[in-house]
């Protein structure tokens, strides 16, 4: 096994298996900023590992350390289209005492096992009604990105496919 070491680990290019660090703002249609990530939070992920939305990492590939761009998300490389309509889902199936708030999410199990999650979209005295799509689903997304800097993933990184914050040798 190579030893990684700062130097090891350096890169110029967001390619497989690197770990950007970037900076965004993502806003809707009408301009409301909906996430962001600054330069005391930046964002760091696992480039070519399905760990962001598609959209956007796509933009991301082949970009280099300092590049700021904009890039518009259609649905379906962010959160999908939407389907379906929401579920009623009565308050009694729930343990006495759990407490509703219209927009948090809760995991179902379906019929096999899996689990899946739902959003809480809206709540009357008896019932739950919630939402199989995610909030952002059937929206485009902008972005305004800067990438700050970029490291190869280290071999720990790549087995456990996450970002590890605490590598010492990792810190952009």
Known sequence: MIEETPESLKTDVVAKDTVPSVIFVMSNDAGEVLD??????????????????????????GMTIGKQFH???APEDAYGEREGEPQRVPKSIFPEGTMFRVGAG????SEDGKPFPLWIVSIDEE?????????LAGQTLHFDVEVLSIRKATQDELKDGRVHDGCNLCRP
């Open 36 to 61: 962001l990530a600054t330069r005391d939070n930046p964002m760091r992920y696992l480039h070519g590992h399905n760990t962001i939305l598609r959209g956007l990492e796509k933009a991301l590939d």
């Open 71 to 73: 890039v518009d998300v």
């Open 106 to 109: 809760m995991t179902a199990k």
């Open 127 to 135: 019932n739950v009604y919630v939402d199989s799509n995610h909030p």
